[in-house]
């Protein structure tokens, strides 16, 4: 499925479950900002071009401001990532590039990589799992996560195999 398809797709979806308007251009600069990397082109469209949240699996994409609905148990992806800083010290430190795009319930999160021009997707799951494996790179980028949602899909975050990890 191309990125044209996709976005086709998602703008059906977002009419069809009636989702908030497409986010500012402004709130989007203030993301790339703090992250420090661009958001993956097909994000940035489906923020900007089509709604601001709530599509993806279980239409629970974080919206990047605040529209009063709270996709993932969240106000916004820009509240979540305020919140980041260099001094703050969560549980397991995670790189401010990769932030969080939406919640499955039980504390795992999807998470998408703005340092790759594709959107690597990034899972976390701390049931089962020592501090550092928690945090786990995927197997396929955001286009490819997108596409299996279209398709009738609800892709859960695998981590890997850990065989060596006493902590685990």
Known sequence: M?????????????????????????????????????????LRRLY???????????????????????YSDEE?????????SPTSEPEVPLPLHVPPLMTLGCAIW??????T??????GWDPNGRCERHR?????????QWLADWLEGNRTFPEPPPVTDCPDC
Not at 9 to 27: C, D, G, M
Not at 110 to 115: G, I, L, P, T, Y
Not at 117 to 122: F, K, V
């Open 2 to 42: 191309t990125e044209d398809e996709i976005v086709d797709r998602v703008r059906a979806y977002a009419r069809a479950h009636e989702l908030p308007p497409p986010a500012p251009l402004q709130a989007a600069a203030e993301l790339e900002a703090i992250v420090g990397h661009p958001i993956p082109v097909l």
């Open 76 to 84: 916004s992806l820009l509240h979540l990532v305020r919140g980041w």
């Open 135 to 143: 945090f786990f790179v995927e197997r396929f980028t955001l286009v």
């Open 117 to 122: 021009p594709e959107g690597r997707m990034w």
């Open 110 to 115: 999807w998470h998408v990589d703005f340092s």
């Open 48 to 70: 900007l071009e089509v709604a601001n949240g709530g599509f993806g699996p279980d239409g629970s994409i974080l919206s990047l401001t605040d529209t009063g609905e709270w």
